[in-house]
């Protein structure tokens, strides 16, 4: 079956940039997913990437896939306070049916120091 | 407008007693799920639904229960509530289950 992990802490300064790590056991096609979950709020979808893709840019966000390693990344440029969370990574196989759920790690606490 | 909305946001209440959870989603997602998350955060789907088939995770009580009167709405009911119970339960909903979900804010279960 799938899984999904990632390391569960991780402090950078203000202004730093952040990079979240993620690797997947699935060897499908699949979708990669990375949301934010803030204190005492659900999960914002931040962005995908499909599996056949190496990187995906959004302003301060920046997605990298290494598909030989199954390992993906993402990294936030010019860190704020706000973006103090937990960043979940997801997975979910290509045709595998709009039932079949997201496999979600286990997240990582991101901390903005000032 | 809310686009998935549960209530209550917070649910105190004895061991031994039943609750339900209430989720609407204003999207005409096809699909809704139900996830509990633990106090180390990890997330554990529990129900996926959509008008053709549910599918339930093997390892979730049988005391848990979903309900879908119509699409935009998947309630979770809860009997004879255990101590373990306690977590956060997130709706979630998706339209083809590719283009990520969208979730509620969560409900906060305690069970004394």
């Known amino acids: 079956g799938e899984d999904v992990e990632q390391s569960l802490f991780l402090s950078v300064r203000e202004g730093d940039s952040s990079v979240i790590n993620c690797t997947y056991t699935?060897?499908?096609?699949?979708?990669l997913y990375w949301y934010k979950q803030e204190p005492g709020a659900g999960l914002q979808l931040l962005t995908y990437?499909?599996?056949?893709?190496d990187m995906k840019q959004d302003q301060r966000l920046t997605v990298l896939l290494n598909k030989k390693d199954k390992h993906l990344s993402l990294r936030i440029a010019d860190t704020q306070t706000g973006d103090s969370a937990i960043y979940f990574c997801?997975?979910?196989?290509?045709?595998?049916?709009?039932?079949?759920?997201?496999?979600f790690g286990s997240g990582t606490q991101l901390t903005v120091l000032p | 407008d809310t686009a998935v909305s549960q209530t209550p946001k917070y649910l105190v209440t004895q061991m031994g007693n039943d609750k339900s959870i209430k989720c609407e989603q204003n999207?005409?997602?096809?699909?809704m799920y139900w996830y509990k998350q633990d106090s180390k955060k990890f997330l554990k789907i529990m129900f996926s639904y959509n008008n053709k088939e549910l599918i339930i995770n093997e390892t979730v009580p049988n005391r848990f229960s979903p309900k879908s009167p119509d699409k935009a709405h998947l309630n979770l009911h809860i009997n004879s509530l255990e101590l373990g119970d306690s977590a956060v339960y997130f709706c979630?909903?998706?339209?083809?289950?590719?283009?990520?979900?969208?979730f509620g804010s969560g409900t906060r279960l305690t069970v004394v």
């Open positions: 990437i499909f599996s056949n893709m």
């Open positions: 979630a909903s998706s339209l083809d289950g590719y283009y990520g979900y969208t």
């Open positions: 997801a997975e979910k196989p290509l045709f595998s049916g709009s039932a079949r759920q997201l496999t």
């Open positions: 699935d060897s499908s096609s699949t979708y």
């Open positions: 999207l005409g997602h096809d699909t």
